[in-house]
């Protein structure tokens, strides 16, 4: 689903208009005020009602400030009818140019614009704008801000972040945190219905650290959920569940009924792209629970959209009918556009789901005509198009809006400036691809349907290397055989899907594609492995049943006849086969072994990037940074007792002249950046490392300290282009943790391939301290002896393998992957 993030004014200024009658009333409307800008607003609105209570009987003025005030605590509330109620009240002619007439023309404006009354909010807040600026009244910065909202609500975004940038100005000018804290978080939702989404956050992060100094519930609530909403579009969804769940929770700390309705179903929408689909069922259907008590008609729609795609994506097409037409008629009502056409996108798709294809064809077309509908809802409408053309035995016309979907989907990505959110943002959008795929490979179009399935991946890795964005033409003139014969090399290629799941077997003379499982069902015995290998200690050669063997048999059994025995095997792994090692899955015959007896295998990102890699010929005068060994900084990082040896093993490889060190005091983070890192043929790093799972671009080399800083992270190797033939890193969780649609594992393995190295070998979980010193010896001495990474890092796992030693188990040997293709 795609929805706006949720605004709201919070408060208003300080100073209060009128004349000041008495000191109590006065406090006591700061003090109600204030309550409401830190969003306790359950106190708030008790207190207002004392006060009314107290000064109706005896001063009209003072009882109408407080009126208006408990109309404005209702908006916030999400009551608009009943704040509109009090506020339809005159106010006494002393106050008809105050600013309490000014506050009430702006929460009427407001109240009007929530329920989707648009020409009567225009008319409330252009009534407050004249009378503020006549009066130079202090609210000026608040009416703006209202305006903002307003334009924004009526998708006028130059208009809104003019209103948004002239309160931010004001807000700061005269020191008001509050409306300087909402106008943040306001131009980031201008920057997110722009689709500029990385900007988007950054407002979003700017704001809530405003709210969060100022001790604001409310306003840390709406930061929160927004950058969660924002985090959930660029298919971060660590990051967008662990966010939301904070928005929701604080805004029910608050009392902020409305808004912790908003970010639950924003929650549930998460859930949902996830494929969590119990969990997102019970948490929108108790934001829908929520929001008919209230009169937020635009939240109640998200509720209801939110269930019918979920009740969709199950089946339940008349469940999904009956809350789409209730969404519909709402959004119809109130003239929301966006809203409306969402919910004739569901309809389509409902439309589509009974087989009712020509009424599922008028409304995707209507909704792609539409030169004001947003982009995401555009590429959906394209790709459910294709979807229904297909069903409708239309290929011609299938492919068309296929492409166009595609096409759509590269030009966001693209446009993304921060390098996380292009890693995550497939994550959102793969599901399209994923449907193009199945559409030629139903037809039998083994070639374009990998070409589809190739344009998908590693495109921020091949951004970052300056390929092209769009490579489309590349991919589909690219020869797959080729690339298989250039390498000497049998290349696996997967493709992992909800409904469907491909392998393509190339070789040098052919490509052959075969049909396998759905996603589920191989994550199910992929996690199930792993853990086996990390925690079991049984050994997977004596379970003939055992996860490794029913893996070999659903992913390389059936391409076994094309592939000699040790033959060079490229892996371009898929979602969770990304996470574990393929030189682990148990062979069942001629006896139980493992594949790495049979292969030397590879990992790659891409076949685009692997044709378009440069030569992988040993180097002609190799040499050696090697850092490691570092001095603790933290009592979780603790010094490697084989670190020292392993350092003496590698060195012994290369001429003094040939080598530089960084060790003990000296390998820092800042002698790694400043040491010329290019220059290098081989780097090793001997130390820790630490892998990020909700921000995997965080993930770091763990070195001496120098100052404060003792981490190395992902995000700072990036900036440092290399040339390097070997990247080697000697460290736990070297491969990263979290692996993203299209884009695979991504943490320091990824960072130096994103650098500009040609090979990276690293862990994919923590590794012995015994053992590896061991493993990288002969590692070196296979590449001394004129041996590639991939048959030397073959044979030191062997050696390992073939020993009378515990470390012959794969948990030793096997955390270690070569990664190639840059």
């Not at 956050?201 to 909403?229: C, Q, T, Y």
């Not at 969780?733 to 320091?748: D, F, K, P, S, W």
Request: aromatic fraction near 8%; include cysteine; charge should be neutral.
């Amino acid at each position: 689903m795609y929805c706006p993030g949720l605004l709201v004014v919070i408060g208003i200024a300080l100073a209060i208009g009128g004349c000041r009658r008495a000191a109590s009333p006065d406090t006591a409307l700061l003090h109600i005020r204030e309550e409401a800008r830190r969003g306790q607003l359950d106190a708030a609105l008790h207190d207002t009602d004392i006060a009314i209570a107290r000064y109706q009987p005896r001063d009209p003025e003072w009882a109408a400030r407080f009126r208006v005030q408990k109309a404005h605590i209702l908006m916030l509330q999400g009551s608009y009818s009943e704040s509109l109620t009090l506020l339809n009240e005159p106010l006494p002619p002393s106050l008809s140019r105050s600013d309490t007439e000014i506050q009430r023309k702006m929460v009427q404006g407001l109240s009007h614009d929530f329920l989707q009354q648009f020409d009567a909010a225009d008319r409330n807040i252009s009534e407050a704008e004249a009378l503020a600026s006549i009066l130079h009244s202090s609210l000026r910065g608040d009416v703006a801000q209202a305006r903002g909202t307003l334009e924004l609500d009526r998708r006028k975004y130059p208009e809104a972040a003019v209103a948004f940038r002239n309160v931010l100005a004001f807000a700061q000018h005269h020191n008001q945190p509050f409306l300087e804290t909402l106008a943040l978080g306001s131009l980031g939702n201008v920057s997110m219905w722009q689709e500029h989404y990385d900007e988007a956050i950054d407002w979003f992060k700017a704001a809530l650290e405003k709210a969060r100094a100022l001790g604001s519930l409310s306003s840390e609530s709406r930061a929160l959920g927004n950058m969660g909403w924002n985090y959930s579009v660029v298919g971060d969804f660590d990051n967008a569940e662990a966010s939301l769940a904070q928005a929701q929770s604080k805004a029910g700390q608050a009392g902020l009924t409305d808004n912790q309705t908003y970010w639950l179903n924003s929650l549930g929408e998460v859930y949902f792209r996830q494929r969590r689909y119990g969990a997102a069922e019970q948490t929108s259907g108790k934001a829908l629970n929520l929001a008919r008590g209230r009169d937020d008609k635009n939240t109640l729609t998200q509720c209801l959209n939110t269930l019918s795609e979920i009740e969709l994506a199950t089946g339940r097409f008349d469940l999904a009918e009956q809350h789409n037409q209730e969404a519909a008629a709402i959004e119809n009502a109130g003239l929301d556009h966006f809203g409306v056409q969402y919910s004739q996108l569901i309809a389509g798709r409902i439309a589509a789901g009974k087989k009712q294809f020509s009424q599922a064809e008028a409304i995707f077309r209507k909704i792609i005509a539409d030169p004001a509908v947003e982009t995401p809802l555009k590429w959906q409408a394209e790709s459910r198009l294709a979807q229904v053309y297909a069903a409708e035995n239309q290929p011609a016309k299938a492919e068309r809006e296929f492409r166009r979907a595609i096409s759509a989907i590269s030009k966001v990505q693209g446009s993304l400036q921060r390098e996380e959110f292009r890693v995550s943002f497939l994550s959102s959008a793969i599901q399209f691809y994923d449907a193009y795929i199945d559409f030629l490979a139903v037809r039998g179009r083994t070639l374009d349907a990998l070409s589809v399935a190739d344009l998908s991946r590693a495109r921020a890795l091949a951004k970052g290397l300056s390929q092209p964005t769009d490579n489309s033409s590349q991919a589909s003139s690219l020869d797959p055989r080729s690339i298989a014969a250039r390498f000497h090399a049998t290349l696996l290629f997967y493709s992992l899907g909800e409904q469907h799941s491909y392998l393509w077997l190339i070789t040098p003379s052919n490509v052959t594609l075969i049909h396998l499982p759905p996603e589920q069902e191989i994550s199910s015995l992929v996690k199930n492995y792993r853990e086996a290998l990390l925690n079991s200690p049984s050994d997977p050669l004596t379970e003939p049943d055992s996860a490794g063997a029913k893996l070999y048999a659903m992913l390389v059994a059936p391409a076994t006849k094309l592939i000699p025995r040790n033959a060079r095997v490229i892996i371009f792994p898929d979602g969770p086969l990304d996470t574990f090692n393929f030189d682990t899955l148990v062979v069942p015959s001629p006896k139980p072994h493992y594949w790495i007896e049979d292969v030397t295998i590879t990992n790659a990102n891409s076949l685009a990037l692997l044709a378009r890699s440069k030569s992988f010929s040993l180097p002609r005068n190799p040499n050696l940074l090697l850092i490691g060994d570092p001095v603790p900084a933290d009592s979780a990082f603790p010094a490697l007792p084989q670190a020292a040896a392993e350092i003496s093993r590698v060195e012994s490889y290369f001429p003094e002249k040939s080598r530089r060190l960084l060790t003990g005091p000296a390998a820092t983070p800042a002698a790694y950046l400043q040491s010329g890192p290019e220059r290098y043929a081989y780097l090793h790093f001997v130390t820790h490392g630490i892998a990020s799972r909700l921000q995997p671009l965080e993930s770091a080399v763990v070195l001496s300290p120098s100052g404060d800083s003792y981490k190395l992270y992902a995000r700072e190797i990036i900036t440092r282009p290399l040339h390097a033939y070997l990247v080697t890193i000697s460290a736990c969780n070297g491969a990263g943790n979290r692996a993203y649609a299209g884009e695979g594992l991504v943490g320091l393995s990824w960072a130096f391939l994103r650098a500009g190295a040609h090979h990276v070998i690293s862990a994919l979980w923590e590794v012995s301290d015994a053992s590896t010193p061991q493993l990288m010896k002969s590692l070196y001495e296979g590449l001394h002896r004129g041996e590639d990474p991939a048959a030397a890092l073959r044979n030191a796992k062997l050696s390992l393998l073939h020993s009378n030693s515990i470390y012959k188990k794969p948990f030793y040997w096997a955390p270690f992957q070569l990664y190639s293709g840059s």
